[in-house]
Each structure stands twice: as C-alpha cells, then as structure tokens.
C-alpha cells in the first residue's frame, strides 16, 4: 500500500493562500508516495500545471478528490453535477492523476436516479474517458446515513459493474451511517480502489473528524487488515491537520506502520 499526503491536512492554509505545490516537497520530506490534491487552487489555471511538473519532475503520484457528486435530487440536476464532474477529470488528467475520487452527491439526492439508462450511459461515457487516461474512479462513502449507506454503495458498484469504478474507503466515515468499519472492510474489499486514513470521535454526541489513534476507529487494525488482505493501491493521510499539519502527518506515518 503507497500512503499520500492529503491537501485536506492544509484545508485552512491554503484556503487563506497557501499553494497546493508546497505539499509535493512535504510528501517527498516524509517518504510518502504522493499527494491527495483538493479544489483548493488560487489560480486553477496556473497552479494545475505547476503541480503537474513538480509531480512528474519527482516521480511522486498525484490524486485528485473532487467535491462532485455522481447523484442530485433529479435529473436535470444530475446531469449538472456529472458535467462538473468531467470538469474535474479533465483537471486529474492534466495532474497525472491515477484516481479521481467523487462522492455520492453534495446534498439530497435521489438514489433511484442510478437505475435509470440515461444515467448509466452518461456514467460509462464519464468512465470509458476516464480509462483512455489510466484514471481510476473512486466514489466515496461520505460521513452521513444517507451519503455512507452500505447497501446504496453497493448497488451503485453493482449497477455500473466497471472495473475502473471503485470504492474510496474511508475508514471513519462509517461510522456516520452506523456501520462499523470492520464489517464494511469485509463487505467492501472486492470493490476497494481508494482508502482515507482517518479517525472519528463523539463530542457531546457529535461525530467529528480526527487524526489516526484518537479516536473510535482502529485505523491500524483496519490498515493492516487492508494489507493482510492483499491491498496494494493507494491510501490517503487525510484529516485535520490542526496547528502543524505536518508533524501531525508524521505521527500518524509512524503509527500506522508501528
């Protein structure tokens, strides 16, 4: 399994100006094998070219997790948000990306939307460009009962039945949707493509998002069991990174592999 540094770690800093660039040098500096990039550009344009020459200058992977949704409340909707979807993958094919993530959809949606043919056509054309650039498509469990459902992930990997149309598993999101991350690594395993490395703690009966071994999720039991099981592809560091987000990065790298 390659672990990748998250923008997410750096949402704050770079939404007050930081550049996505700087996390190429900070992947390389913790041995990592590359870097989850976010819609965080201050100038798209510019800035996705930059990355795309520090990363193929250093030979680290790039990913790039959307805010799209593969799914609205109908189909005029739908077909808006798929069209921001291929935005987004023209964006990872300029990266170099080898996953673009995505998730369910951005707000209320209507699941029965993914049985209709119109849908599904539109989702394989998304996915025959999407494989023409060696680009794998990993829809995300989201952290909600509805967004982290097992039973509609699994009919929407059933339903498009592609290879190149896989599961980003996150390890804490689960547990929005009451479904422990161990049973849903034994449900999912086929289906995975794409992990995030996170945890989740309960305050004052709100989950909220934390960093690996603080919380209710045994990432490393879940970590290891990905590798025991024969997991090879990628794996996202991606959580709050606080006040140092690197150093934060770096304790986590060392716990996992404790």
Known sequence: ????????????????????????????????????????????????????????????TAVYAANDGILAVDQAQTIQALAALRQSLAIAVRLGAKVLRMNVATGAFDA?????????AAMRQILADAEKASILLAVENGPSKDKGDAGLLADLLVTVGSPNFKLTFDTANWLYSGVQPEKALEQFLPYIGYVHLKDAVSEQGVMKHSHPGTGLVDVRGLYKQLLSNGYNGLAALEFPGGDDPLGRARIVADYLCG
């Open 112 to 120: 029965s939307l993914a049985k209709t043919d119109w849908w599904l």
């Open 1 to 60: 399994m390659k672990l990748l540094l998250s923008a997410v770690l750096w949402e704050k800093q770079c939404k007050e100006g930081l550049s996505q660039t700087e996390l190429v040098g900070w992947a390389k500096d913790l041995n990592l094998a590359g870097v989850e990039f976010r819609p965080f550009w201050r100038d798209q344009e510019s800035e996705v070219d930059q990355v795309a020459a520090l990363i193929a200058k250093t030979g680290l």
